[in-house]
């Protein structure tokens, strides 16, 4: 059984920075691991995602979080992280851990992702 616990949201002042941790258990190593969030209102969307392991990891970022944010993982730790950087209020949403990508190429689109994390609300203030 797949679990994903989310850790490391929480309330920060533009220009700031925030680090997510994703603990996963139950996955194999070095398979598909992303990113996504949901602003309020609005469909949840693909921030990062990160495939292979060692020399061999593949990355990818939507365009509103390039250069900001970087997705990294620990596999002895099990554990997935976002730091996020130079922050921006409309980086304020509920971040979700997902796992279990169908498709490399369409890591943007959260349907295509079959496990999920409870999620962690971050929230940037101007």
């Known amino acids: 059984q797949v679990q994903l616990v989310e850790s490391g949201g929480g309330s920060v002042q533009a220009g700031g920075s925030l680090r997510l941790s994703c603990h996963a258990s139950?996955?194999?190593?070095?398979?598909?691991v992303g990113w996504c969030r949901r602003v309020l209102g609005k469909e949840r969307e693909g921030v990062a995602a990160?495939?292979?392991?060692?020399?061999?990891?593949?990355?990818a970022y939507a365009e509103s979080v390039k250069g900001r944010f970087t997705i990294s993982r620990d596999n002895v730790k099990n554990t997935l992280y976002l730091q996020m950087n130079s922050l921006k209020p409309e980086d304020t949403a509920m971040y979700y851990c997902?796992?279990?990508?169908?498709?490399?190429?369409?890591?943007?689109?959260?349907?295509?992702?079959?496990?999920w994390g409870q999620g962690t609300q971050v929230t940037v203030s101007s």
């Open positions: 997902a796992a279990g990508l169908s498709d490399w190429v369409k890591w943007r689109d959260p349907y295509k992702w079959n496990y």
């Open positions: 139950g996955y194999p190593a070095g398979s598909s």
């Open positions: 990160l495939d292979g392991e060692a020399s061999d990891v593949n990355t």
